[in-house]
């Protein structure tokens, strides 16, 4: 590990090189720990390299999301997303307003373009665990012969590189006292979420007025997210905002994985760790400084976010040393459950 290539950033955000860390005990991880710790304060995201976390395992992952994605409608279909809003499990067709690209009121188009309907599929998945609060939805296994089987090793690859970013968390955190494995007891019902995204393909022009959106700007529910991005990729689509309110590009960089904070750690650490309002766009700077060709044909996109989340009955009270003991008034938040908080967010997204 050398100091340039654990100093690298891109469009401010930093590179965070794992490949010293260990088992979390050396000082060398204790020193990656801080540097993780202080990208999640000021910026709230940061590509991690050289995780430990197999590239055959992401490409072998992007590779059976395409073979979903490429299925028919019907096949599709056949693990249908639950019709109840917090069930994210399955499949989800690309979005409903579709319909309304033939609305031609300026008035009601005017308030469509704002909203930018998200162009996207996805499948989602989580714990395979018997009792999992959130049973998973997968399609008949005859309809695509070992799919199941490759996104559970992939929950599972996840799940291990989580618990190397929660030490990492936990050791970089400017309270000494914290213990390395402050978060693990927190974690242990692998409340996570895989999402397999496909962004199809769509005319630059479709962008370009606002008719088609892929994702627009948020933040993560959750602990944190890790976001696989498609090495085969060149143009990306992420986006972030930074403190200067300007949106600055993340791309896909191969090899490494990108982490960012969610809106339950930035709670529980009394918002000194951040997170960090992002989007996905499908409007490009044109290739090689030409002129924007409206009749241009924007690549799909493939992306996979792995969202971290804690138990459900997890208490999630402010963090010590992210507030002063003396004063009760700098606690920001009152203690709440991880599904208080999440239940919380869905019903305020869904009204
Ligand atoms: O597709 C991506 O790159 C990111 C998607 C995202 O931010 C999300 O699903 O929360
Ligand atoms: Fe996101």
Redesign the pocket.
């Known amino acids: 590990m050398t100091e340039a290539v654990t100093d690298r950033t891109i469009n401010g955000i930093p590179f965070i090189d794992f490949g010293d860390f260990g088992d979390g005990s050396s000082p060398a991880a204790l020193a990656i720990g801080r540097k993780f710790f202080a990208a999640c304060k000021d910026t709230g995201f940061a590509y991690l390299t050289n995780t430990g976390m197999p590239q055959a395992a992401i490409d072998e992952m992007f590779h059976w999301s395409r073979k979903f994605f490429a299925l028919s409608e019907a096949d599709k279909m056949s693990a249908p997303r639950p019709k109840e809003g917090w069930w994210h499990r399955g499949y989800s067709g690309v979005g409903k307003e579709q319909g309304s690209q033939n609305e031609y009121d300026p008035v009601k188009l005017a308030a469509l373009r704002k909203t930018s309907p998200d162009y996207k599929e996805s499948f989602d998945l989580g714990s395979p665990a018997p009792g999992a609060r959130l049973p998973n939805v997968f399609p008949p296994p005859h309809v695509l012969p070992g799919f199941q089987d490759a996104c559970l090793a992939f929950f599972g690859a996840g799940r291990a590189l989580q618990g190397t970013v929660l030490t990492a968390l936990a050791l970089g955190f400017e309270n000494a006292a914290m213990p390395p494995d402050f978060f693990a007891p927190f974690h242990t019902e692998a409340a996570n979420q895989v ?1 397999l ?1 496909h ?1 199809p393909p769509a005319p630059l022009s479709s962008f370009l007025s606002g008719e088609r959106g ?2 627009v700007a ?1 933040t ?1 529910f959750g602990t944190g ?1 890790l ?1 696989f ?1 498609d090495p085969a990729d060149t143009r990306g ?2 986006e972030v905002e930074t403190r200067a309110d300007e949106w600055v590009r993340a791309p896909p960089i191969q090899g490494a994985v990108l982490f960012n904070i969610g809106d339950l750690l930035m709670r529980w650490s009394n918002d000194v760790l951040r997170s960090t309002t ?1 989007r ?1 766009t499908g409007v490009f700077a044109p290739k090689d400084g030409a002129a924007a060709d409206e009749d241009e044909i924007v690549e799909g ?1 493939f ?1 996979i ?1 792995y969202f971290m989340g804690p138990n459900a009955n997890a208490v999630i009270d402010c963090i010590e040393g992210c507030y002063d003991p003396a004063d009760p008034s700098s606690k920001k938040y009152a203690p709440i459950t991880a599904s208080e908080y999440i239940d919380m967010r869905m019903t305020a997204n869904y009204a």
């Open positions: 999402r995204l962004y892929r994702v948020h993560d997210t976001l991005q689509g992420l992002h996905v996109r992306s976010p």
